[in-house]
């Protein structure tokens, strides 16, 4: 038995060596090529850094704050950085936006609306599979453009899960359908995913932006992944519209939840939080503050209400609802993407991406989309969107006719990241849930083949709207 032991460790040490050993070649190969592309050695150790940051991610996500941490002590360390730029790169206004936008949902998550909204739709009349499948994914859809795909996800999961026991059917193709569904809906808003502030503040894009040009888009392609769904899984909607059928419309509700004075309190707060989001230009030009500003200030407001009205939950919301490590890691992230900025890389970049393709929109827009759908089907679409901004923004400086580029940007990350079973955290989080409460787990392969058509098709359909729509480019 010990024998065995240490032939698995054997063996474990040798995979960890093989990917240390990757993580080392690769990023002294970006430093050597930076340097030999005529850069100073300052710049080429800063893109050395980054890359090392982005491997080590990539291949040791369970490490992933150790090494941006790590990178970012480097930087710090030789002086690449100093601390006050550092701090300022780290994008603590994106950082606060979301800490606000965690408390307040948590709050209303906590009240059990979300899940009594989803639970609601099994009472409805001559409901069949089709009815009920598409009604799954447009709610998906819409709670993660509300609520951000993670809280999005987590409720979908619970009530479908209840709906597979309930009708004692395989949950597999509804959860994948939902998580798919929910990327989708993730670029329809800026609250829908932690990328979608993030570009709208790096590119000065408002809510009212992202209504009028990732809205549309998103409902566009959401139409047509159902239809390619409700397609893929014929037979299996066809099984539910017969268990539907025998289950009667009384019992197909297992709870009951009672809506007291701070439940609806906390869906007040809500809706009026995201109606002044909505309003945001609008106010900030009524009231003469800078560009944005209300945007993340709003967020942190309703977030101080929340807690002073729910006092009693308060340390729980604060300690389990608020994602501190993930905005650990987007914070040093970011500030290492600042770092790149700074230093000249990212135009350095972009100067050769222009070299080599030109500064068509057209050609820059399909370039930028369809390589970060692909990365972020490898990559969590954060490390890449932190990754692409730096260039993306020398690219928009050098020609103005570039804006596409951030939208291309925010629909090849969300959309690509339903190619593969780990392309965003919501597929990870719902298939951890999946084999923790189910013991199910979907085969790689299996997802792929699905999600590499959706992927395509909705990153062509994203494309097709920015080379032809002229809203994108103003």
């Known amino acids: 038995m010990v024998y065995y032991h240490l032939v698995y460790f054997g063996l474990l040490c040798g995979a960890v060596m093989k990917k240390i050993a990757i993580l080392l070649c690769i990023s002294a190969s970006v430093g050597l090529s930076v340097y030999i592309g ?111 795909e993670v809280t999005s996800i987590i409720v979908m999961m619970a009530a479908i899960l209840d709906i597979s026991d309930l009708l004692d059917i395989n949950p597999v193709p509804m959860v994948i359908s939902s998580v798919l569904t929910t990327n989708i809906g993730s670029a329809s808003t800026l609250l829908g995913n932690p990328i979608g502030i993030l570009i709208a503040l790096r590119g000065n894009l408002t809510f009212e932006d992202f209504l009028t040009r990732a809205l549309p888009l998103s409902a566009v392609v959401l139409a047509t992944v159902i239809l390619i769904l409700c397609f893929w899984y014929r037979k299996y909607l066809r099984d539910i519209t017969s268990k539907l059928a025998l289950l009667g419309r009384e019992k197909r509700t297992s709870e009951i939840i009672v809506f007291d004075s701070k439940k609806i309190c906390s869906i007040v707060l809500f809706c009026l939080m995201i109606t002044l989001i909505a309003m945001h230009k609008r106010l900030e030009i009524a009231l003469g503050v800078g560009e944005n500003e209300l945007l993340v200030i709003l967020p942190v407001i309703f977030a101080g209400i929340s807690l002073l009205c729910f006092h009693d939950k308060a340390l729980h919301c604060i300690e389990h609802e608020v994602e501190w490590k993930s905005l650990l890691f ?122 590499l058509v959706v992927g395509v098709v909705s990153m062509t359909i994203a494309y097709l709207a920015l080379v032809s729509v002229p809203i994108f480019t103003r």
């Open 38 to 148: 005529k850069m100073s050695a300052e710049q080429a150790f800063v893109a050395s850094v980054f890359s090392a940051s982005i491997l080590g991610t990539l291949l040791f996500w369970d490490f992933r704050l150790a090494f941006v941490f790590a990178g970012s002590g480097v930087l710090l360390l030789t002086h690449s950085v100093d601390v006050k730029h550092f701090i300022e790169f780290a994008s603590l206004d994106v950082i606060i936006f979301l800490i606000g936008m965690m408390i307040v949902v948590g709050m209303i998550k906590e009240s059990g609306f979300f899940l009594w909204l989803v639970k609601k739709l099994l009472m409805m009349r001559n409901l069949n599979g089709v009815g009920l499948f598409v009604i799954i994914m447009i709610l998906s859809a819409a709670l993660s453009g509300l609520t951000g």
């Open 330 to 451: 987007f914070m040093f992230l970011f500030a290492q993407a600042g770092v790149v900025q700074s230093s000249g890389v990212a135009q350095f970049l972009a100067g050769k991406l222009v070299a080599q393709i030109g500064s068509h929109p057209k050609i820059l827009s399909g370039v930028t989309l369809f390589s970060s759908g692909i990365l972020s089907g490898i990559l969590d679409n954060t490390v890449v969107v932190a990754s692409y901004i730096p260039v993306v923004k020398n690219l928009h400086l050098m020609h103005s006719t570039l804006h596409p580029l951030w939208w291309a940007m925010l629909f090849g990350a969300c959309f690509g990241g339903n190619i593969t079973a780990i392309g965003s955290t919501a597929n990870i989080v719902a298939l951890g849930v999946l084999e923790k409460e189910k013991n199910i787990k979907v085969d790689f392969l299996g997802w792929l083949k699905l999600g």
